[in-house]
Structure formats: C-alpha cells, structure tokens
C-alpha cells in the first residue's frame, strides 16, 4: 500500500513569511495528525483530525498555525507568520479509526524540514 | 507534570550483542505503550505495541518488555547488526494521541 505523502520535502522561508506543508494519508485512514519534532527532540502533537473534524488541537499555536482536512482525505498544515522557532521537521501521520488508536500503530510521512531564517 | 524519559545519551554496541534501551515515565498510567524507529530524514516506523497486562512482547529479534509498577519499559535488540543503528522512541497514549520520548541513538558497530 501506498505510503502517507508529503510535500514539499524541505523549505527555507524568512521568519514573518507564510508557509504550508501537505499532506496525503493512506486510503482508508480515518485519523490524521500533524506533528512538530524539533532537532534532537521527539515528535510532539500539534493537531488530530478524526476524519474531517478536529479532535485535539490544544498544542496548535493558534495565533500562527493553523490545520484543514476539509474532505476528510488531505490535510494542509499553515504558519502564518513564521518564527525563528518553527525551525523542525513537520510530520503528517494517520491510523485507523480513533478506536483502533491502541491496537495500531501510526503510519508516518517523510516529513517537510522547515528552516525559518 | 507528565513526564517520558529515554536516554539521551547514544548507545553504542558491538555487533551480536544484545542492545537494551530504557523508556521511563512519570504521571502517566497508560495501558498501552509503543516503540517507534526513526532513521535520519525519515518519519518514525512503528515496530511493536504492548498492553500494561502483556508484560514482555515478541517480534523476531526485538523484544519489549512492560512494567507498570516501575513505569518503565525496556526494548531489547538480540543479535544487533549495523543495520539497527538508529533512533528508537517510546511512546504512550495518556489522551487521545500519541506522546513520545525524546528517543535514544543506538549504533552498532561492526
């Protein structure tokens, strides 16, 4: 099976510009998650969709970033402005139904590397 | 606060040797727990999941372990090859998604 796709793979912006990374999950998986994993850190949750609504987005800083999973199938993750300390990879990942959450595991993308200067 | 702990520092091993990573957690009582590989430039790969009732769970040479009294489970490697070096990352489910640890470095030396 296909794997989760991401674009672009990397970009370089200045800090207060505008940026946005997509995401295609695998065919079939109701629940998607963005998440930020900064150089020598693991990955931390920003947002979780369960099929095109949002089901936590309490770590979304929500005055620069902002999520959409408007059909329930991809999803576009947006900084707006940019920060010197949204430097880190953004990884899109999906699982089955949030009821599965516990028997599966995450499929995760490649990411997009996003350096602010 | 809510806390996952794994060792910071690279584990370096030679190759046939068993390697044993460490995940520790405080404030959290989770019956799941998972370990994931990331390897440089990649997304993390999920290897095994174990419930807080299976206390050891097998998959070819890995092996993890579950220990809900200590908060702590180990991840074992039997037999390492170079091909294992990587990094490994615990990760539980205090809510409704996913939280990871920091990850720990393992290198195998030939």
């Known amino acids: 099976e296909a794997g989760v796709a991401q674009s672009p793979r990397y970009k370089i912006i200045e800090k207060r510009q505008s940026v946005a990374f997509w995401c295609n999950p695998i065919s079939g998986h109701a629940t998607l998650y963005w998440y930020q994993q900064i150089l020598g850190q693991g990955p931390k949750l920003l947002i979780q969709f369960q099929n095109n609504g949002v089901v936590d987005d309490s770590q979304l800083p929500k005055d620069r970033f902002s999520a959409e999973r408007l059909k329930g199938v991809d999803s576009t993750l947006k900084i707006q402005p940019a920060k010197l300390e949204d430097s880190a990879v953004y990884l899109c990942a999906s699982s089955l139904a949030f009821r599965d959450r516990n028997n599966y595991g995450y499929t995760f993308g490649s990411g997009t590397r996003l350096t602010v200067v | ?110």
């Open chain 2, 1 to 110: 606060s809510q806390k996952i702990e794994q060792n910071s520092e690279a584990l370096n091993i030679q190759e046939g040797k068993t390697a044993t990573l460490t995940c520790n957690y405080t404030n959290y009582s989770p019956a799941y727990l998972q370990w994931y590989r990331q390897d440089p430039g990649r997304g993390p790969v999920f290897l095994l999941l174990i419930r807080e009732n299976e206390k050891e769970k097998r998959k070819e040479r890995l092996k993890v372990t579950f220990d809900t009294t200590l908060k702590q489970s180990l991840f074992h490697i039997t037999a390492s090859q170079p091909a294992d070096s990587a990094t490994y990352l615990c990760a539980l489910v205090p809510r409704r998604a996913l939280t990871f640890g920091s990850g720990t470095r393992l290198q195998v030396q030939p």
